[in-house]
């Protein structure tokens, strides 16, 4: 499936000394009851057990707080707000493509100029798979266009801080570091740490989804080394 079938697919891979290796549900069968490991395996294109889905995700930024429209029509600005504190139809997004698209819409994340300016904002607008002004470099946990940033205006947790472009890219400003949260499908089933508990060494695989299970709500850094989100 390619990576821009707006389907929100991606194989998740890491590249090591050279080589690239690929989540992969071993064995290609999923349990109906219990878990399937997941192992790292050579990236195959199309292989059904090496694609993830990653749709209904939090795209978070300062800690516990999240990235937002401030409605559900075109023209909707994105803002800072505490992650559940507005509807989870403002605060979950599909990768769709290499865009941002509010989840149950087909409005996506659009910049005014596939060249932006300091201060310049984001809206939501009717999604074009491949855009220029919708398509976004994902690279060392930030949100590129050119050579400027998704950044947290005034870089505090203030809810309804604006989300706009800035220079510093690269940087590590605490403002401009994005990842994503929610959970990552295959198969049909959620990527989840057996045993529930986070510790070293915990196994991590695919189980039946179960609503608002917190094993299953796995974060995902916007393609820091090693992880990559790769074509399929």
Known sequence: MPLDDGSGTRLLKATISGVDECLNVQGGIVSPSSGTNLISWDCESGAENETFELTGMRLRAMGNMCVAATDTSAGSLLELRK??????????????????????????????????????????????????????????????????????????????????????CGWGNYNEAFYLTGPIRSMGQCMDMFGGVAVTGAQIGVYPCQSGAPERRMGLPLAVSPFQLGDN
């Not at 992650?83 to 865009?99: F, I, K, P, Q, T």
């Not at 087909?106 to 310049?120: D, K, Q, R």
């Not at 400027?148 to 809810?159: A, H, K, L, Q």
């Open 83 to 168: 992650c559940g504190a507005v509807s989870s139809a403002l605060e979950n997004w599909d990768l769709y493509g290499s865009s941002f698209r509010l989840s149950g819409t087909n409005l996506c994340a659009t910049l005014p100029s596939e060249t932006p300016t300091l201060g310049m904002r984001p809206s939501l607008q009717p999604c074009s798979l491949g855009s220029s002004t919708q398509t976004f470099t994902l690279a060392g946990g930030e949100v590129r266009m050119s050579d400027m940033c998704f950044n947290v205006f005034t870089g505090t947790t203030t809810e309804g801080n604006g989300i706009g472009m800035w220079d510093g």
